[in-house]
């Protein structure tokens, strides 16, 4: 069963090789590098919007993670980002340089490091976000709202489905 608003296509050559694999394969292989092609395409545009408030990808994806969600354990900010712990420590120092984050220690854990915004990370996150949010909904306006939600639905499906293969 198809999500509403995806409309059936043919396939009789997905890909564009002399190579077949078998129609099952060259329809897998065929949207794995559709997939890859838009997601590193969009990753490029919206890293170069994010370069342009000074920030990098990561920084911004920590910004926005503390943002909507408030303060976090690095840990927790570190499997939100889908980045190494090492990494995530330079991300939140150079942050905290800035004047954009803080570190919290709790009293009666001093392992347990929480980092929130400061109040200019705050103004900083009020101000970029919705413009980048904005930017995004350009880029994806390539589609209609109803195909914007069946991709993101067979997007969530597939994900979902390799979770629990993997």
């Known amino acids: 069963m198809r999500p509403r608003g995806v409309e059936q296509f ?17 329809l897998a ?4 590098v559709k997939l890859a092609r838009a997601h590193d395409t969009f990753e490029h545009r919206t ?18 993670c503390l943002g909507h969600l408030g303060p976090m354990k690095i840990g927790e900010l570190t499997k939100k980002q889908l ?4 990494n995530m420590t330079v991300v939140i ?5 800035d004047g954009l984050v803080q570190r919290t220690v709790k009293s009666t854990d001093r392992r347990s490091v929480q980092v929130s915004l400061t109040a200019k990370g705050r103004r900083l996150f009020e101000r970029i976000f919705a413009e980048h949010a904005a930017y995004v909904a350009q880029l994806a306006s390539a589609l209609t709202e109803q195909e914007q ?9 597939l994900g979902c489905a390799l979770a629990k293969s993997a």
Request: charged content about 30%; glycine content about 8%.
């Open 29 to 32: 292989l065929s949207m794995w």
């Open 83 to 86: 980045v190494s712990g090492g």
């Open 10 to 26: 043919k396939f009789e050559h997905p890909m564009k090789t002399t190579k077949r694999y078998g129609r099952k394969a060259d």
């Open 47 to 64: 890293a170069e919007n994010i370069r342009s408030f000074g920030l990098t990808p990561p920084q911004f994806g920590a910004l926005e």
């Open 93 to 97: 120092d150079n942050l905290e340089k």
């Open 149 to 157: 939600t069946a991709l993101a639905d067979l997007l969530r499906k």
